[in-house]
DNA sequence: CTTTGATCTGAACATACGTTCAGTTAAATC
DNA sequence: GATTTAACTGAACGTATGTTCAGATCAAAG
């Protein structure tokens, strides 16, 4: 096999990925220039193409991988049975998910746009199965009469746009740690869709 | 004074800035060159620089307008003494403010960082004093006793969130009118702050 | 009917873009 | 120690960028 100038291709691969991800959530993905991608590296943007094979794939690869990693972990949670317990887990774990990866996160909201049409149907199908996950749950709530609301699909995109909201003003260093956010917003996410 | 090729300075003005708004919105800050820009109001590029000093002044001015378009209208609605109707009162107001403004709204979420520093500075200030209101709303309701919010400033951020994404579904022609809308979404918020 | 001056064109400026590729490098294999 | 080959360089490709500006245009003013 072959080797390297002082790193791999398996150390490499990644590292392109993370400096990617990283100046594409600061600075957005049209503004972010494959050389600088690879100056982030300590390469030339000609061996970039090792990795990737353009610019385009290099953003939809980030965002599809947040996305399958979401709905992994998603289903890795515990499922209770009772509606408000199944609420209290979703919203707990969204709020620790995505404060644990802004700028996954960030990409994943702000540059939809810049998906060509088949990536941007990739991406939306697997946000439409998140957003389903937590509807199916007020569903139940609402024929189990523990919730009252009267558009659950749209209660859903609600409450998943006031928890990923977090990230607009959490910080690890700041006044309030994670799990005390949490407390702050389970209450009004369990308030919000009460009987 | 001076006249035109088919036009007004009066005229073109304000069709650089719609041009400016409707392609920053679709496509992005980054993504939008000047020259498009000009196409769309059928000039050449050179002539929008009778409009603008240059593109970085065109976005600020796009969103420091929305930002005083929203606070004006903010300042113009009824101010109701009891915290309910008060909070009521700016649920309605900010759904349908937004709803009717979709691409600045976009522009002014979407295109913070591609703000310079200093005009940063100025939007966030901005924002500052639209989340202050409906904060203090809120804190009144606590004092009161209406209201259980632990955190004012965090709760005013997160109903702020969660209100801004009717933005990412609502289409004028869709199933729900924006009263409708209204309605789904003033009960969630009534409840999320109740004591 | 000449003058005026705001408005706009068209070309140019230096710089940057995404992508390709022939050729160099050097670690692993035999 | 010769061979192999993945990893990378450096230059080039055509095209695009934001901005400037001398000069053309033409409605209104005198």
């Known amino acids: 096999m072959a080797r390297t100038h002082g790193s ?3 150390i490499t691969g990644p590292r392109v990925r ?3 991800l990283a100046l594409f959530a600061r600075h957005g993905y049209a503004a972010v220039s494959m050389r600088r991608i690879a100056t982030e590296v300590g390469l030339q943007a000609g061996a970039l193409y090792n990795y990737t094979p353009d ?5 939809f690869d980030l965002m599809k991988q947040h996305m399958d990693t979401l709905l992994q972990a998603l289903e890795a949670q515990p499922q209770p049975s009772q509606p408000v317990r199944a609420l209290e887990t979703f919203t707990r774990f969204h709020i620790r998910f ?3 990866r802004p700028e996954a996160v960030f990409i994943s909201y702000m540059e939809l746009r810049n998906l060509e049409a088949a990536n941007f149907e990739v991406i939306e199908g697997l946000r439409r199965r998140y957003e389903d996950h937590l509807a199916d749950i007020l569903r139940r709530g609402v ?10 699909r749209i209660a859903a995109m609600a409450l ?3 928890l990923t909201g977090v990230n607009t003003w959490f ?5 309030l740690s994670l799990p005390e956010v949490e407390e702050v917003y389970w209450p009004m ?3 919000a869709v009460a009987a």
Do not use: C, N, W, Y
Request: hydrophobic share 35%; no cysteine; glycine share 8%.
């Open 171 to 175: 910080r690890p260093e700041g006044r």
């Open 8 to 10: 791999h291709s398996d």
């Open 18 to 20: 993370e400096a990617a």
């Open 143 to 152: 024929t189990s009469g523990v919730f009252g609301v009267s558009e659950p």
């Open 160 to 162: 998943i746009a006031m």
């Open 55 to 59: 610019k385009q794939s290099l953003l």
């Open 189 to 191: 996410v369990r308030k």
């Open 98 to 100: 995505h404060a644990e």
